[in-house]
Structure formats: C-alpha cells, structure tokens
C-alpha cells in the first residue's frame, strides 16, 4: 500500500521552513526520506526506525510517530539545493520499499 | 570511490526488440534492486535480489526479467518491450548486514521505446 504525501507540492522562498508529511494505512516498521532532483537518481537522506524516533542533518530533520502511522520531514531555514522531490519510502528495513508519490518543492531567490 | 553504475544512461529500442539494461555495484551490498520510474511518478519496485534469491513484486509483467550472475552485476531484461515501458530504469543496492539500510540508487537508464 502506497503511503501518502502532503503536500503534493511547496513554493518558498529561501529561508522559509517547510514540512513533508508520510501517512501509512498500515503499521510502519521503518521510514526512509529520499530527495530526488530533476533528471537525477534519489539521494538518501535518512531513516527512521523506531516509534517516536527524530533525527537530523543539519537544517533537515525528521519525526516517526509509529502509533499514528506517519512520519514528518522538517526543512528550516530552506536553502536553493533543497529544491526536488521528496520522498517517503516505507517498509521493513530496506527491503521492498513502498514510495510515496512524492512532493516537489521548489525553492525561490 | 564507491558506487552503484548503469549503462547504458540513456537507451533507444524498437517496439518488441528486446533489450537488455544493466547495473554494476562496488559497495559490495548484498541486496539489488530494479526499479521503473515514469514521468513526475515514484519509483517502482519491480523485483530485487537478496543475495542470489530473486524476489518478484506481484503485478512485475512477465516482459521484465532480471539476472544477477555475482554479486557485483545485475541485468533488467525487457523481452519486448512495449510503449508503456518507456521509462526511468533505476537500480539500488542496499546491505542488510550491520546497521547500514539505506538505498544508494544509481543513476538511472532512460530507456525510450519507438
């Protein structure tokens, strides 16, 4: 079952935070978040594993709250590189990942 | 440096001539994965090997096929391809061993059908 993300696409300004949501219908082992960018492969950003587990590289950080079946992306202070597609990737460990459609995010001057 | 390599990046077929897309890995992981990714969609996952045991997604169609002779080098088979299979090919590799589940994609295959 494919996970679901909102918002489908984000325009900011850079400097401007945004938040990525992932929504399962079913219960979530792992949370992968992956950024793609136009005409390139996806880049791995992080994983989350536990119930309630954050973590974070530098302004991009993430939330999994394994009760609610759902997992948040944080980008504060949005620089340009940031731009692409982000997207959640569910399932057990790595394998069989599920992706989500994906949210496009475009970052202004 | 270590990585996830596809050739060829970008491939032209005829309708029903098939066609053969590979991938070559040095990070040594255990775990291949295909995936197909159209236009402003996500990625697919059509089959991945864990080691040498090949584990196919139910709605694959039989026109994909996949070899991994080693563990370094995995080939997609499309035995006749159709317009709908014009796409984004994707390969990633993944370890299960130790704490590293992370996907390293490579770059991609374009494969256009005519």
């Known amino acids: 079952q494919q996970p679901v993300q909102s918002p489908q696409a984000v325009i900011l300004r850079e400097g401007e935070d945004a938040v990525i949501n992932c929504s399962s219908s079913?219960?979530?082992?792992?949370v992968h978040w992956y950024r793609q960018k136009h005409g390139e492969a996806p880049v791995f950003l992080m994983i989350?594993?536990?119930?309630?587990e954050q973590k974070g590289h530098e302004k991009i950080s993430a939330s999994f709250n394994e009760k609610k079946q759902q997992s948040s992306l944080y980008l504060t202070a949005s620089q340009l590189s940031y731009s692409g597609t982000y997207f959640c990737g569910t399932g057990l460990r790595a394998q069989k990942l599920v992706f989500g459609q994906g949210t496009r995010l475009t970052i202004n001057p | 440096d270590a990585m996830v390599i596809q050739n060829p990046r970008y491939q032209v077929t005829q309708f029903g001539k098939p066609v053969t897309l590979s991938c070559s890995q040095t990070l040594n992981h255990n775990v291949m994965y295909w995936y197909q990714q159209k236009s402003s969609q996500a990625p697919k996952l059509l089959f991945h090997?864990?080691?040498?045991?090949?584990?196919n997604e139910a709605d694959t169609p039989d026109n994909f096929q996949s070899r991994r002779p080693n563990t370094s080098f995995c080939f997609l088979d499309i035995r006749s391809p159709g317009l709908g299979d014009a796409a984004m090919y994707l390969c990633?590799?993944?370890?299960?061993?130790?704490?590293?589940?992370?996907?390293?994609f490579g770059p991609g295959t374009r494969l256009t059908v005519t």
């Open positions: 090997y864990y080691d040498k045991d090949f584990n």
């Open positions: 990633a590799t993944s370890s299960e061993r130790g704490q590293s589940y992370e996907q390293y």
């Open positions: 989350l594993l536990k119930g309630g």
């Open positions: 079913k219960a979530l082992y792992s």
